[in-house]
């Protein structure tokens, strides 16, 4: 017999115990701590998408945007939008009466020059028959440009005429009204093009053709940006010392102090309100309107319904191949040199850049198998589907393997196959584990850019019957937020439409994996019975 161990004493043992708890309990606050900073991380994270993606649905609204959604969307009450819209045009009367009196200003002083180009085109020498060919091309129903431009021209073939003494008065008197008109020009067109971009078109404009240009501003955020730009003109400054640029900001209201426009600037500064006459609106069609005019108009049904189809069509592809595949690398697949270098290369896929399986859709499925005739959401459901495929497999064979060896003998001793055991035994016990895979899969199938830029993506476009998306593109969340953020022309009048998608694409990846999440808490409570 051995000898019988000495028993430790119980001052050694109680050290040993309060060394354990000590440890517990600063693994446990490391844990507290690991947990508080990544919920704060989220929060950090997410806040502001929630905060400003909510703008796309909760905002101030004005008239414009009322009768934008009434013409083009037929949403609300029309008569009610009109008679709103008549308010908002008495409030912009004055504004329009001081424009009408500018205007009315230029016109006599334009109908002066061209008297005086006329008389002189009427003399009958040099001077005369050289003016009456520049005034050949004068257009008396041309905008005001091209009319001053034209007398302008005038005006420096007579001055170049030295030896018509007799013209001098008329000269003198063409150089004083083209000074005063050439110096406003130019800051009229800025004024006019600044108030058309706060109100819309103004009264005897040409209409425009592009939509966003047909309204003013929709949105009561953007046009209190739109009226500071209005009022002050920025301009940069290059000190001569070699001090940095800097951007400065001159009231605009300084070019025309003495002329018709200078009580509009009151009047916008004062009366905006009531000529947008904004409220508070709940937009919830944002999602379910499409786009109109690259975003400026409508919602995103489009890009919601792309990302649907996309992330659908790349988990009908993936699940089933991920699955059996597992099942085969698990209980089927003798172990061998073979298996374990396929094991690898699945393992290197699952880290491979979501722009080579891009690059691999364009070239195989769409040029090499031609499963459309050009971008379509089967290419990219079926690109999704390879780029999730590892993860779905590696989930799906960790889950098969954790299923206890003694429901499998248990199984087989009582008669049942092999394929049988895997379809009634271990795949229902393995089913949360395969199920985590999927949700994990799913998120980032939904999130992808890079893999439907090639084979799927589209900037603008309808939404699709589920039909045509076998031979059509589409457009997708995560592309058209892409595109939104660096390509767009107007990229700061869209923050909103940009935050909005982000929202959405993030709300909808939460709803499916609490969709699976709630499915896994099912499958699992029924298992355990």
Known sequence: MGRPPIPEKSGEISVRLETRHLLDRSFSGLGFVAIFFMAASLVVILLP????????????????????????????????????????????????????????????????LTAIAQGMAAREDSLGRSVARKMRRFDPQAPFSSQLKTLQGVYDRAAANRGAVDVVDELAEMNTILAGLSTLNEKVEAFEHALSELLGPL????????????????????????????????????????????????????????????????????DLESMLRPKFTFYWRFLTDTSKDANFFGGIWAEVLGTFYLTLGAMLFAVPMGVIAAIYLCEYAKPSRFISFLRTCISTLAGVPSIVFGLFGLAFFLNTLEVSHNKSVLAGSMTLALMILPTIIRASEEAILAVPQTYKEAALGLGAGRWHTVLTVVLPASLPGILTGIVISMGRAAGETAPIIFTAAVSVGQPLSIFKAFSQPTPALPWNIYNLCTEHEAVNELRHVQFGMVFTLVAMVLILNLSAIILRAKVSKKLRG
């Open 49 to 112: 998408i929630i905060v400003k993606g909510l703008s796309a649905y909760l905002f101030t609204g004005t008239i414009e945007f009322r009768e934008a959604m009434n013409d083009q969307f037929d949403h609300g009450d029309r008569a009610a939008v009109q008679a709103e819209a008549r308010l908002a045009e008495q409030a912009r009367q004055p504004l329009y009466d001081c424009l009408t009196a500018f205007a009315d200003g230029q016109s006599k002083q334009l109908d002066r």
């Open 203 to 270: 009264p005897g404009q040409t209409p425009p053709r592009l939509l966003r240009s047909q309204y003013g501003q929709t949105r009561w955020d953007r046009a209190l940006i739109k009226q500071r730009q209005f009022l002050f003109e920025e301009e940069w400054v290059h000190p001569p010392d070699g001090a940095p640029s800097y951007i400065k900001e001159t009231p605009r209201i300084e070019h025309f102090r003495g002329t018709a426009l200078e009580p509009a600037f009151a009047l916008i500064e004062h």
